[in-house]
């Protein structure tokens, strides 16, 4: 059976600064079609990562390839099949869309063609227009165009979506989502755990340096020990006694008609909910299932949260 080769691999790669060890023998691989989120508090190590893998900054033990290139001695070939985004991208104002394309594809050997990638990032109607009279979202959906200018095996995102309103950052969802159908290799940084959930096939998590926990969105989530919990308004004629005595239900939550019920298994509690109502004819209003998430991750294994 052929072994499938990691696009990016780093390998017990550390980086100190002073008594300060900003990453601390990490590793990990990502491949072909993925979208890999290296996820952590501030300070956790993700941007000197970052920097080291696409060559900006030289770790002080470790390696780094990058489609089969090791990034510290073949940083000419590693620059011509990366793309990277930052949080914020510097144009200057008064350039034009289309101008800003034409000006980043002279820096590379292999381009893509502008009209691909304007109707990629849906600005077609824009390429006359300039930087500055761009909204955020078409900033960024620019600053994302101007990554692929070069068609990369590897595409770094660095929080792409920060401050953008909910439905600019969905536009971007959508854009990044088609890479994996592009073969390429998609390494992310967010804060917005829905992003992460939504966006990533696997995600590694850093704290102090080191990685604490890599898998998948839901591989990651099953390990905690936090239940799921309905929440629901009821009208008084359930007893909280009662509802203990639900199928999975470990703990119940009342006050006043507001009640949670935390539940192992919430099908079940569910299901078992609902006949309980219609025998006691009593109307379940605002009912809706909380399950564990990342963010929960993040508190259970750093004890703080992505912003502190």
């Given at each position: 059976?052929?072994?499938?080769?990691?696009?990016?691999?780093?390998i017990?790669?550390?980086?100190?600064?002073?008594?300060l060890?900003?990453?601390?023998?990490?590793?990990?691989?990502?491949?072909?079609?993925e979208?890999?989120?290296?996820?952590?508090?501030?300070?956790?190590?993700?941007?000197?990562?970052?920097?080291?893998?696409?060559?900006?900054?030289?770790?002080?033990?470790?390696?780094?390839?990058i489609?089969?290139?090791?990034?510290?001695?073949?940083?000419?070939?590693?620059?011509?099949?990366?793309?990277?985004?930052?949080?914020?991208?510097?144009?200057?104002?008064?350039?034009?869309?289309?101008?800003?394309?034409?000006?980043?594809?002279?820096?590379?050997k292999?381009?893509?063609?502008?009209e691909?990638?304007?109707?990629?990032?849906?600005?077609?109607?824009?390429?006359?227009?300039?930087?500055?009279d761009?909204?955020?979202?078409?900033?960024?959906?620019?600053?994302?165009?101007?990554?692929?200018?070069?068609?990369?095996?590897?595409?770094?995102?660095?929080?792409?979506?920060?401050g953008?309103?909910?439905?600019?950052?969905?536009?971007?969802?959508?854009?990044?989502?088609?890479?994996?159908?592009?073969?390429?290799?998609?390494?992310?940084?967010?804060?917005?755990?829905?992003?992460a959930?939504?966006?990533?096939?696997?995600?590694?998590?850093?704290?102090?340096?080191r990685?604490?926990?890599?898998?998948?969105?839901?591989?990651?989530?099953?390990?905690?020990?936090?239940?799921?919990?309905?929440?629901?308004?009821?009208?008084?004629?359930?007893?909280?006694?009662?509802?203990?005595?639900?199928?999975?239900?470990?703990?119940?939550?009342?006050?006043?008609?507001?009640?949670?019920?935390?539940?192992?298994?919430?099908?079940?509690?569910?299901?078992?909910?609902?006949?309980?109502?219609?025998?006691?004819?009593?109307?379940?209003k605002?009912?809706?299932?909380?399950?564990?998430?990342?963010?929960?991750?993040?508190?259970?294994?750093?004890?703080?949260?992505?912003?502190?």
């Amino acid at each position: 059976m052929e072994t499938v080769r990691p696009t990016v691999e780093v390998i017990n790669v550390s980086k100190a600064y002073g008594t300060l060890k900003a990453v601390d023998e990490l590793s990990f691989k990502a491949y072909r079609g993925e979208i890999f989120g290296l996820l952590g508090p501030n300070g956790a190590g993700k941007t000197t990562t970052l920097e080291m893998i696409e060559g900006l900054r030289k770790p002080d033990t470790g390696n780094i390839t990058i489609d089969g290139y090791d990034v510290q001695k073949q940083l000419k070939e590693v620059t011509e099949v990366i793309g990277v985004q930052l949080q914020s991208t510097s144009i200057y104002n008064k350039i034009k869309v289309g101008e800003a394309l034409k000006l980043f594809a002279g820096y590379y050997k292999n381009r893509r063609s502008s009209e691909e990638l304007l109707k990629l990032v849906a600005l077609e109607d824009k390429v006359n227009t300039y930087h500055q009279d761009l909204s955020g979202g078409q900033q960024q959906r620019l600053a994302l165009a101007l990554a692929l200018v070069n068609d990369p095996t590897v595409v770094f995102l660095d929080e792409p979506t920060t401050g953008l309103d909910p439905q600019a950052r969905r536009n971007l969802w959508d854009i990044i989502s088609k890479m994996k159908s592009d073969e390429k290799t998609v390494i992310l940084t967010t804060h917005y755990m829905e992003e992460a959930e939504r966006l990533c096939d696997r995600i590694a998590i850093m704290d102090h340096g080191r990685k604490i926990a890599e898998g998948t969105p839901r591989e990651l989530i099953a390990q905690l020990n936090v239940e799921s919990c309905l929440e629901f308004s009821a009208n008084g004629l359930f007893d909280s006694n009662e509802l203990g005595q639900l199928p999975s239900v470990s703990k119940v939550l009342a006050k006043g008609e507001e009640v949670e019920l935390f539940s192992k298994n919430p099908h079940n509690t569910l299901v078992s909910l609902i006949d309980l109502s219609k025998s006691r004819q009593a109307e379940i209003k605002n009912l809706h299932v909380r399950r564990p998430t990342l963010e929960d991750l993040f508190l259970e294994l750093t004890g703080r949260s992505l912003r502190e």
